[in-house]
């Protein structure tokens, strides 16, 4: 079965730094891979996704992650965080051809402080 | 945005009633989902659907049911609430024909039950 560990469970970053939000999977084979961003009351959007070819893989607003197969990592990163980036980030894992459940990690809390 | 709407977005209800959530989708696609949001959970699969009237349960079934009549509406039913129903409830789609099981989700219902 498929599994995601989220190990930050709470991530405060200042304004204009460096971010990495990590994410281990656990699956046989190469998953789909996905992070997901929900803002305060709102529903969950998708910032990238991964399936197969280049393991750096850009999204939206300026996020990218790195499929790391040795590591079985998916850790999202940005280079600036701007105050608009605190939310809560999810990362998931889908099995490709006939398993179109995901399995979401617990979420990582990300406060940016000016 | 996927066009995805749920109705209520916001329900106060008490223990032992029925409750029905809806979720409506404008985008024709063939998988519907239905998520429980819990601090410290994440979001756990409850039950979704693979096309009208073809459901499976997910991990966190019991107490609920679901029917899909129409591929537009997926609805999910607690027939007696309970206390540990109290959550946010998502619904999401996904699309037929491809590989990638990517979802895209609703704004949530918010579940009281007292």
């Known amino acids: 079965a498929q599994s995601v560990t989220q190990p930050d469970i709470h991530i405060t970053v200042s304004e204009g730094a460096s971010l990495e939000l990590r994410c281990n999977y656990s699956?046989?084979?190469?998953?789909?891979l996905f992070w997901y961003v929900q803002s305060p009351g709102q529903g969950l959007q998708l910032l990238l996704k991964?399936?197969?070819?280049?393991?750096l893989v850009q999204g939206i607003k300026g996020f990218e992650a790195e499929f790391k197969r040795s590591q079985s990592s998916f850790n999202l990163r940005k280079p600036s965080v701007h105050w608009s980036d605190a939310a809560e980030y999810f990362c998931?894992?889908?099995?490709?051809?006939?398993?179109?459940?995901?399995?979401f990690g617990t979420g990582t809390r990300l406060t940016i402080i000016p | 945005d996927a066009g995805i709407t749920q109705s209520p977005r916001h329900k106060v209800t008490e223990t032992g009633t029925p409750v029905t959530l809806r979720c409506h989708q404008t985008e024709n696609h063939r998988y519907m989902y239905w998520y429980r949001q819990d601090p410290g959970h994440g979001l756990r699969l409850i039950h979704y659907?693979?096309?009208?009237?073809?459901?499976d349960k997910g991990e966190v079934s019991d107490g609920y049911s679901v029917s899909r009549s129409k591929t537009e509406d997926f609805l999910l039913t607690l027939e007696s609430a309970t206390s540990s129903q109290t959550s946010v409830y998502f619904c999401?789609?996904?699309?037929?024909?491809?590989?990638?099981?990517?979802?895209?989700f609703g704004p949530g219902t918010r579940l009281t039950v007292l």
């Open positions: 998931a894992v889908g099995a490709p051809f006939g398993n179109e459940k995901l399995t």
């Open positions: 999401a789609i996904s699309p037929a024909m491809t590989k990638y099981n990517e979802q895209f």
């Open positions: 659907s693979y096309g009208v009237k073809d459901t």
């Open positions: 991964y399936f197969s070819g280049d393991t």
């Open positions: 699956y046989g084979a190469t998953p789909y």
